[in-house]
């Protein structure tokens, strides 16, 4: 969870005054809460990728309360010794299940449920929401760079931009799951196992008289390297390199590429390509960084796409188009009998529940909201496009009785796999959800219920609307 004072104090008051009363009234039966995507008009995004589960299962595993926690609590003057004493004993003992890591997601499906003891489950709720929606976020944003990459090189240039030490690691861990080849930042190269890339910065080129004499030093020392050109001018900086590029032949030292951080891109790529082609160094590549996102990428390769690839920072760390996740974490359930919100633009579904994906001749069809005691559940035959094939069920249990029940051991094996679920359900994403603006008329992915969760839906909503 990052270098926070008290990781088990990532909660919020009232979910600490709502458990203490919860205590003293003996509300402690079995409640279910899940957590969604709100489906919102108009959202960039026709698809999100599910990530954070790994921080959010190490946050359960180390949920405990310090003395010197307690005494803070105490302090407050809110709480009582006897839910102080409970607290000192407070252990997390419910169930989780969850979507993979990596997987594709869309929104108004449960991607995470929390089957527990209600006072457990009221608790996690902030460190729950906080742990999942900016992993998730980012790896959408990341993902999205990907999709219109066409198989360039993309290398996450976020760090420095990040909003804290965490987050920055936390995107170059998303950036690699949804199909970046790495990342300048060695914190996450270390951790994760990351391929790191980076070379100079204009810095380095200004602390010399000569640009040439700058190239050549850097090029004498790292064999391969790629030279930063637009420091002054980019026309001159080109004709620069491409000095020293054939003044280090006879030394054996090659100099790969060259980098291009500003101005525009297109037409700067294309200059720099020429003066390259015409000195018969058509072997050296282009690579393009400086407020680069999905949209300018999808640009440039269409005006330009003789180019290596893209450092993207900034705008995919922090997902600029997107800067939060409108998501949340609802009770569906509490004492076996489903439970739902009816707010206006908030409402819930009740139950316990899972996702069931259908598929045919390997693309996705629809996803299909079912109880979760019924996994042959299906929708109306009329709501179906098409037919499937296939089907897969998403949920599956990571924490049993408060155990995890499949330990990340070793967190650059974990990422592989998940950036292997990635590229997976990437292949099997349908064409139209691979565009970049808000889903048009017809073009949202089906997220349909089935016809027993439908009823409990419905039979659910009756009984509250009777009651108020």
């Avoid at 008051?13 to 279910?32: C, H, R, W």
């Avoid at 190490?58 to 006897?82: A, C, M, R, T, V």
Wanted: hydrophobic share 40%; glycine share 6%; with cysteine.
């Amino acid at each position: 969870m990052g270098n926070i004072s008290s990781p088990s104090l990532f909660i919020d008051l009232y979910e600490l005054t709502m458990m203490q009363s919860y205590f003293f009234n003996n509300k402690n039966d079995i409640a279910v809460f899940d957590f969604f995507i709100r489906d919102r008009e108009g959202t960039p995004r026709r698809f999100y990728v599910f990530a954070g589960l790994e921080f959010l299962i190490e946050f359960i595993e180390n949920l405990k309360f310090s003395e010197e926690d307690i005494k803070y609590i105490s302090e407050l003057g809110l709480f009582k010794d006897e839910f102080l004493d409970y607290l000192r004993n407070f252990k997390f003992e419910g169930d989780i299940f969850s979507v993979e890591e990596g997987r594709i997601v869309f929104p108004g499906e449960p991607l995470v449920e929390v089957v527990a003891p209600l006072p457990q489950a009221q608790i996690i709720e902030t460190a729950l929401i906080n742990l999942l929606q900016f992993p998730i976020l980012s790896a959408t944003k990341f993902a999205r760079c990907f999709l219109v990459s066409r198989g360039k090189l993309l290398v996450d240039f976020g760090a420095r931009r990040a909003h804290s030490l965490w987050s920055a690691e936390v995107a170059a861990r998303c950036a690699y799951i949804t199909g970046f080849h790495g990342t300048s930042l060695l914190s996450a190269g270390k951790k994760y196992g990351i391929p790191v890339y980076g070379t100079m910065a204009h810095s380095y080129i200004m602390i010399y008289e000569d640009e040439k004499q700058a190239f050549e030093d850097f090029a004498k020392l790292y064999n391969g390297t790629v030279l930063l050109v637009d420091t002054y001018d980019v026309e001159k900086g080109v004709k620069n390199a491409v000095e020293v590029i054939q003044k280090l032949k006879d030394y054996r030292i090659k100099i790969r590429g060259i980098r291009i951080d500003s101005g525009d891109l297109i037409e700067n790529s294309k200059k720099a390509r020429r003066i390259l082609d015409e000195a018969g160094l058509q072997d050296v590549f282009i690579f393009l960084s400086g407020g680069i996102n999905e949209y300018k990428i999808k640009e440039i390769l269409e005006a330009f796409p003789d180019l290596a690839g893209f450092g993207v920072g900034t705008e995919a760390t922090v997902s600029s188009d997107l800067p939060y996740l409108d998501c949340a974490y609802k009770l569906v359930e509490y004492s076996g009998i489903p439970r739902m919100k009816l707010s206006e633009g908030k409402k819930t579904f009740p139950g316990r529940k899972n996702v069931k994906r259908l598929y045919k001749a390997g693309k996705m069809v629809c996803d299909v909201i079912i109880p979760f005691s019924n996994p042959e559940d299906m929708p109306d035959e009329s709501e179906l496009d098409s037919d499937f094939d296939s089907y897969e069920i998403l949920l599956k249990k990571v924490v049993d009785h408060g155990q995890v029940v499949e330990r990340v051991e070793d967190k650059r094996k974990y990422i592989l796999y998940c950036r292997d679920r990635f590229m997976r359900d990437f292949e099997m994403l349908p064409e139209y959800l691979k565009k970049l603006g808000p889903p048009e008329e017809g073009e949202k992915y089906p997220v349909l219920f089935g016809k027993e969760f439908s009823a409990i839906l419905h039979s659910t909503e009756r009984k509250i609307q009777e009651k108020i």
